[in-house]
Every structure is written in C-alpha cells, then in structure tokens.
C-alpha cells in the first residue's frame, strides 16, 4: 500500500499487475474499502495486461477521513433537499470523482479504464462524463442515477443499513454479528451466502479502520449529488452496466435507468445477483469488463495491447 497526495487529501492506493499496461481503476462503495476488490479479482484483471489500481475513498480506509466534520443529521439533509435548498455538507461525489482524478494525476496516468460498485459506480459515471478525456472505458456496477422517481430500498434494508451498530472496541463481535446481518439481507439467491468469508473481510476493514461518521458523510455527499441523468447522456465512452436482478438495496429499475441514461450503453443484468459481487461470478465480470475495455480501442492513442 503507498499513500498519495492529492486535492487536499491523502489517498491510499496499491497496484497490480505491468506498469507498461493500460491503467484499469477500480473505486469502492458507501462505507467499504479498496479490500472489497479481492486479490483474485485485482491478480485476475492484471492476468489480462491492465495495470490494476484499487483505493481507499476520503472517508475510509487509510485515506483522509473528516473526523472534523461532524456527521449529518439526516434529517435536516432531508428537509433541506424537499424544500429545494442545498444542503450544507463536507463534500459531494463530484469531489469523490475529484479525488480519482487527482490519484490518476500523481500517477501520471492520462487515462483509465474506470469499473466502480454501488458508489464507486456513480462517482465512475461523473468521471466519466466530467472529464472524458481521462476515460477509457466506464464499468458501473450496482449504482443508480439519482433519478428521484426511481424505486427505493425496503424499509427493512434501509433499517439494517441505518440502525446504529455497536462499539467495535467494546463488542467486535456484536459488530460483526451486525454487519453480517446486513451482508446477508442485500446479497443475491443465486449462490451460498459465505458467512466465513464474509466475516474475515468485515474483520479486516474493522481492524484497518472503522469510521461510521465517514459512512454518514458519505451517504450525505450522494444525497446532494441529485439526478445525474443529464450528465449521463454525454457520456461517449463505452460503457457497460452490471446489476444483480435480486439487488434489494439498489434495485434493478436502477441499473436500467442507468443504461438508458448513457447512449449506447450494454445492461449486464445477472440473475441471482444481489447487492454483491460472489467469487462465483469474478470470471463472468472480469470478462464483461474487459470486453467493454476492447471497446475503447479505436480510441486509444498509447499502450496499446495485442487482443488477438
């Protein structure tokens, strides 16, 4: 892991793969950490030439964290946003697209080829359409488009999601009891919820660095974000959009709305697949990504890679 400083932050970041290889960033969802791209998934896109970078988001990990800035009370944030005023928060994810951008600067990467998850996929989509001419290709992977017509979680997730979660230091494993319950609730029918698995990665992320205020901070910077749809459609990178058909937390009206939104866009739409990504369906999405990145070679101006 090596640290970086960029837009007014430290970002921390690690690499796989061939320097000389197309640059391939992978960005994290609301409240988890680069780890949550596995090694064998990062090993599995670098087996195929992309130099592969995964990161902490502000607010997470061994990046910058706002501990200075209180967390929002959420429900001024939504009052504020019925009644059309702009909500006084940290940061948005236009700063989060900022910080990425800032990560591919102080690599001296010109472009990349962008996959982000849940709110990596929305910050992805900014990148995407905000500077263009830094991205190769857009994968966005169980995100939305702030579309406030769309259909929202069930009530019951949205409790798991919210409810407060017990003290680490005093019941890790109430903690983890917590965060296991929720795991479980989002993830898809379609293959065996690994409890093991799932408890070693929410062990790692704990001990690494557990910050709920940042998680607050975060669902605040998406809440005022607001619809992307404008945006969206000027999108000319290609594009694939991958959603699970049983996702329970963004539903799949969601990645629908967001292949429509970006012209020419091809809807990945996995059964069985819930607000995760199972090991089971690494190879499946490593394929679809890369296929999407050979897209962008008529594009591509340096690097280029052999794909016969």
């Not at 919210?162 to 109430?174: H, I, K, N, Q, T």
């Not at 009891?177 to 698995?197: S, V, Y």
Request: proline share 7%; aromatic share 4%.
């Amino acid at each position: 892991m090596a640290i970086v400083r960029t837009n007014g932050i430290d970002l921390a970041y690690d690499c796989f793969g061939d320097e000389a290889g197309e640059a391939l960033l992978l960005i994290a969802g609301l409240g988890t950490q680069m780890i949550r791209w596995t090694v064998p998934f990062c090993e599995a896109l670098a087996a195929r030439g992309y130099r592969v970078i995964r990161f902490d988001n502000r607010d997470s990990g061994h990046s910058t964290h706002f501990h200075q800035c209180a967390p929002p009370d959420f429900g001024a944030l939504a009052a504020a946003l019925m009644a059309g005023r702009r909500p006084d928060v940290p940061y948005t994810l236009h700063d989060m697209a900022a910080d990425a951008i800032g990560l591919l600067d102080a690599l001296a990467i010109d472009r990349a080829h962008v996959v982000g998850r849940s709110m990596g996929g929305m910050i992805a989509q900014i990148m995407a359409s905000d500077h263009p001419e830094r991205v190769l290709s857009l994968t966005s992977i169980m995100a939305s488009t702030g579309n406030p017509m769309l259909p929202q979680a069930a009530p019951d997730v949205m409790a798991l999601m919210m409810r407060p979660a017990p003290d680490p230091v005093s019941d890790e494993a109430g903690l983890i009891a917590h965060k296991l319950a929720f795991a479980r609730r989002i993830a898809g029918n379609g293959h065996p919820f690994d409890e093991d698995t799932h408890r070693l990665l929410i062990m790692e992320e704990t001990r690494r660095a557990y910050d709920p205020g940042g998680s607050a901070r975060q669902i605040a910077a998406m809440a005022v974000t607001g619809d992307r749809r404008p945006r969206l459609a000027t999108i000319s990178a290609p594009t694939l959009v991958v959603h699970g058909a049983d996702d329970p937390l963004i539903l799949p009206a969601c990645g629908r709305d967001t292949a429509a939104s970006i012209p020419d866009a091809d809807l990945m739409l996995i059964d069985g697949m819930g607000h995760d990504l199972p090991p089971a369906l690494d190879s499946m999405v490593i394929e679809a990504i890369d296929q999407t990145a050979g897209r962008s070679f008529p594009l591509r101006t340096f690097g280029r890679r052999n794909r016969s």
